[in-house]
């Protein structure tokens, strides 16, 4: 993969801050159930979004893709949001997808459900939220719609939408955001 750009600095803890009094909904905190999986920590990057319950036949299509935007700057690496309606039966993604998603350039994957091949995932270089680990994987029915809005846990996430995930939480903005943004 060629280099990527490196990311802002940002904590979202002052992306919240810096943005408390805007009632636009731009700004969007999803619930404190994720859990840390992969070997990034923290990661940003413009919003891919899938909708595909207990198939995981777009998340293998989109995790062998390029994961990043061309920009005058460099390469950005895009963040998957993966709407598994909050599945806990089947992984949506396991080590080989983790492994395809970091060789593809993205930035990282937050999956509305289950994942598996911990050992695998944390030494992906990618950044990787799920809800848990469940070690079945799921049925292949090359079912699941790629580039529409999902609701994850009760939070509108749309295609394009900045997602920023660190340490304190994930944060979606409409907009590209910085620690100083009003």
Not at 27 to 40: A, I, M, Q, S, T
Not at 166 to 177: K, Q, R
């Amino acid at each position: 993969m060629n280099a990527t750009v490196t990311p802002p600095a940002f904590a979202t803890c002052d992306l919240c801050d810096a943005n408390e009094t805007d009632t636009s909904g731009r700004l969007r905190v999803l619930p404190p159930v994720f859990h840390d999986y992969g070997g990034v920590r923290k990661f940003c990057g413009p919003v891919v979004t899938l909708r595909c319950p207990e198939d995981n036949s777009r998340v293998r299509e989109a995790v062998n893709s390029p994961g990043y935007l061309e920009t005058p700057q460099g390469r950005v690496g895009r963040v998957l949001v993966v709407d598994g309606a909050g599945s806990l039966r089947r992984a949506l993604v396991g080590g080989n997808l983790a492994a395809a998603a970091a060789q593809n350039g993205w930035a990282g994957l937050v999956v509305d459900g289950a994942v598996r091949d911990l050992a695998e995932l944390s030494v992906a270089q990618v950044g990787i939220r799920a809800l848990a680990l469940m070690p079945l994987r799921t049925a292949k029915r090359d079912e699941g719609q790629r580039d529409v809005p999902v609701q994850i846990q009760g939070v509108w996430v749309r295609p394009g939408d900045w997602l920023y995930a660190d340490e304190d939480g994930i944060v979606v903005s409409a907009v590209p955001l910085h620690a100083g943004a009003h």
